[in-house]
């Protein structure tokens, strides 16, 4: 299965890259998502709607081609970590190659996130950047020991 994450921004605190390469090295590699970095728009008092719209391009020049497109975003559709594993079985099972979109410290443009199949959350709380790529990293390795009956899930 072919899973990218698509982010917006470019460095993570130390903690983070660990916690991000930690995860990524558990997957077995025909599962390992790839990361895409995408620069954010400088925040330099143009319009919030014009800066989100150039990042939702950026996003969007930078998903592989023909990946379905999931946006995280607080208002999205929640999953349990079985839901999760089982929406990545479906992707599997119909080779369709899937990617995550994270937006930057002020989310997705709505244009984008109205283009996506499907929209995402990770949590009803407001989480900072780097931890919700570290949760999101963490929850697809959850999602794929689950679908190999690996004893990491025990939930």
């Not at 599962?31 to 728009?41: A, G």
């Not at 925040?43 to 709607?49: F, M, N, T, V, Y």
């Not at 990946?67 to 999760?84: I, Y």
């Not at 899937?98 to 990770?122: E, P, S, T, W, Y």
């Amino acid at each position: 299965m072919h899973i990218a994450i698509v982010a917006v921004g470019q460095r993570l605190p130390r903690w983070a890259e660990e916690a991000v390469a930690e995860y990524l090295g558990r997957f077995p590699p025909q599962h390992r998502p790839r990361l895409i970095d995408v620069r954010p728009e400088p925040r330099d008092g143009r319009p919030l709607a014009r800066l989100l719209a150039a990042e939702g391009q950026r996003l969007r020049e930078a998903i592989p081609p023909g990946h379905a497109l999931v946006a995280l975003d607080e208002r999205g559709r929640e999953f349990t970590s079985a839901a999760l594993a089982q929406q990545l079985q479906r992707w599997r099972d119909a080779a369709q190659p899937v990617a995550f979109a994270i937006g930057g410290a002020d989310g997705l443009d709505n244009a984008f996130k109205q283009a996506a199949a499907l929209q995402m959350r990770l949590s009803a709380l407001t989480l900072p950047h780097a931890l919700a790529r570290v949760l999101l990293v963490e929850q697809l390795y959850r999602a794929v020991c689950i679908l190999a009956g690996h004893p990491y899930h025990r939930g």
